[in-house]
């Protein structure tokens, strides 16, 4: 891999890193695919609970590399292709780091991600409908099932930009932080995600995705049919250290071993 993206280890988080900060972090070909590989490396590694997905100095992602678009180079859509990054919801839980823009593609893949934890200054939006380069990133189907269909489609007709405070309140952003912080504040965040027992909230999180292309009955058989690995492995430890004292006024501790198959 080349340097376009950059993957760094923190016990169970990993941060990946979009690293081409003179093109304010436009994927080029190459980089789409070395992002792609990146998070096929992340879900592979078991070490590995929580990523956070965030751009070099100051900037998220500004899309596809326009520069190289124009000289006739055929890029690999994004969510389109089943090479793409964001072809599929990832394995594991992914954070958005968003500071600068997340604009066209960007705001894709900040919408692939589970959650997205915005700087006050950073701007969401369709910039390249300015350039007549159509969405091939998920943008059009992940921001109204994120927004709802009528704040989605005034960000897609007009190209206006959302910025941190505004994104929260419609819920595209789930927590504005200050600028300069967006990534160590998502880290944090991974950390705390990270020590909660694995198989119940990866359960919870693969029931959340699947119900809503399910019927209201199917979505709660399959809630189940998810839940039971858990419900075997994790449920019980955990009761049991709840009935011994930990966790009581709401505060949170760090999560049990499972118990051995």
Same mark, same amino acid.
């Given at each position: 891999?080349?340097?376009?993206?950059?993957?760094?280890?923190?016990?169970?988080?990993?941060?990946?890193?979009?690293?081409?900060?003179?093109?304010?972090?436009?994927?080029?070909?190459?980089?789409?695919?070395?992002?792609?590989?990146?998070?096929?490396?992340?879900?592979?590694?078991?070490?590995?609970?929580?990523?956070? #997905?965030?751009?070099?100095?100051?900037?998220?992602?500004?899309?596809?590399?326009?520069?190289?678009?124009?000289?006739?180079?055929?890029?690999?859509?994004? @969510?389109?292709?089943?090479?793409?990054?964001?072809?599929?919801?990832?394995?594991?839980?992914?954070?958005?780091?968003?500071?600068?823009?997340?604009?066209?593609?960007?705001?894709?893949?900040?919408?692939?991600?589970?959650?997205?934890?915005?700087?006050? =200054?950073?701007?969401?939006?369709?910039?390249?409908?300015?350039?007549?380069?159509?969405? =091939?990133?998920?943008?059009?189907?992940?921001?109204?099932?994120?927004?709802?269909?009528?704040?989605?489609?005034?960000?897609?007709?007009?190209?206006?930009?959302?910025?941190?405070?505004?994104?929260?309140?419609?819920?595209?952003?789930?927590?504005?932080?200050?600028?300069?912080?967006?990534?160590?504040?998502?880290?944090?965040?991974?950390?705390?995600?990270?020590?909660?027992?694995?198989?119940?909230?990866?359960?919870?999180?693969?029931?959340?995705?699947?119900?809503?292309? #399910?019927?209201?009955?199917? @979505?709660?058989?399959?809630?189940?049919?998810?839940?039971?690995?858990?419900?075997?492995?994790?449920?019980?430890?955990?009761?049991?250290?709840?009935?011994?004292?930990?966790?009581?006024?709401?505060?949170?501790?760090?999560?049990?071993?499972?118990?051995?198959?």
């Amino acid at each position: 891999m080349s340097d376009k993206i950059l993957v760094e280890k923190n016990g169970p988080v990993t941060t990946i890193v979009i690293n081409r900060p003179h093109a304010r972090n436009a994927l080029d070909r190459e980089a789409s695919l070395e992002l792609a590989a990146a998070i096929r490396a992340f879900e592979a590694d078991p070490d590995a609970k929580v990523a956070v #997905l965030t751009g070099a100095q100051g900037t998220f992602c500004a899309g596809a590399d326009l520069k190289e678009l124009a000289s006739g180079v055929d890029y690999v859509p994004w @969510a389109g292709s089943p090479e793409g990054a964001l072809h599929r919801v990832p394995a594991k839980p992914v954070i958005a780091a968003v500071a600068g823009h997340a604009c066209a593609g960007g705001l894709g893949i900040a919408l692939w991600c589970d959650l997205r934890v915005a700087e006050r =200054s950073a701007a969401f939006a369709v910039l390249s409908r300015r350039w007549g380069v159509p969405m =091939s990133d998920g943008t059009t189907v992940r921001l109204p099932r994120l927004i709802g269909m009528s704040r989605a489609l005034d960000m897609l007709l007009t190209a206006r930009t959302v910025r941190g405070e505004e994104a929260e309140r419609i819920g595209l952003a789930n927590r504005v932080v200050e600028d300069g912080t967006s990534r160590a504040e998502a880290e944090a965040l991974a950390r705390q995600i990270a020590a909660f027992p694995e198989i119940a909230m990866r359960s919870d999180r693969a029931s959340t995705y699947a119900q809503a292309d #399910l019927a209201m009955h199917d @979505a709660i058989a399959r809630e189940l049919e998810l839940a039971t690995e858990a419900r075997r492995r994790e449920a019980q430890a955990g009761a049991a250290r709840f009935a011994a004292g930990a966790g009581r006024h709401g505060e949170v501790t760090p999560a049990g071993r499972a118990e051995p198959t």
